[in-house]
């Protein structure tokens, strides 16, 4: 990107991937709910570090590899499905209703596993590329820019989805409020799941 309209241009496309409502938005609103914002942060930052890392590979090469072996693509695809539904799950079953004390906190180490298994992540650095990469530059100049650029919207989006999800833990913080916010949260997660399910089979 060497001009203000490709980084426009770039933006236009890219933010509304990166800021709708997937698996990994709804988790880190979930983490903020559960564990306040701060708390969140080591999560965001286990996400952000496979996603920069998928970039990076992509970048420099695992987009010809999911090329060659698509069936490695789809069992990603039902691993992250049923992670995704796992977490979902979690929340449904989640009893105790003290915000602070709950079981279900989301660590740094969610944060990887969940990133690592998020296609949607993959899809979005692979339309990245096939959109913005500039083959006349030098590949290390355009995989670094692209990548720390999309790293910066993703920091941006996380902390902002968590931030959400704290502020809203905080004005709803009744014991049927919280008990609540984990119900719509799990059955976000869960419905998530069936719709990556879907994509995976039917896309």
Known sequence: MDSFAQLALWFAVIFPLVFSAGPGNVLCAVCGATNGFRQSIPFILGLNLVYTS??????FGLSAIL??????????????????????????????????EGKTKLRFIDGVISQALNIKGITIVITMY?????????IVYEVLTLSFSLLLLNLFTHMTWSYGGSWMAQKFAS??????QSKIFGGMLIFISFWLLYQAIYS
Request: proline letters at 4%; charged letters at 15%; glycine letters at 6%.
């Open 130 to 138: 096939s959109q913005f990469l500039n083959p006349e530059n030098s």
């Open 54 to 59: 998928y970039a990076l590979l992509a970048g």
């Open 67 to 100: 090329s060659a072996y698509p069936r490695v693509f789809i069992f990603v695809q039902i691993l992250g499905v049923a992670y995704i539904f796992w977490l979902g799950y979690k929340f449904l079953l989640r009893k105790d209703i003290q915000r602070k």
């Open 175 to 180: 014991s049927y409020a919280v008990e609540l």
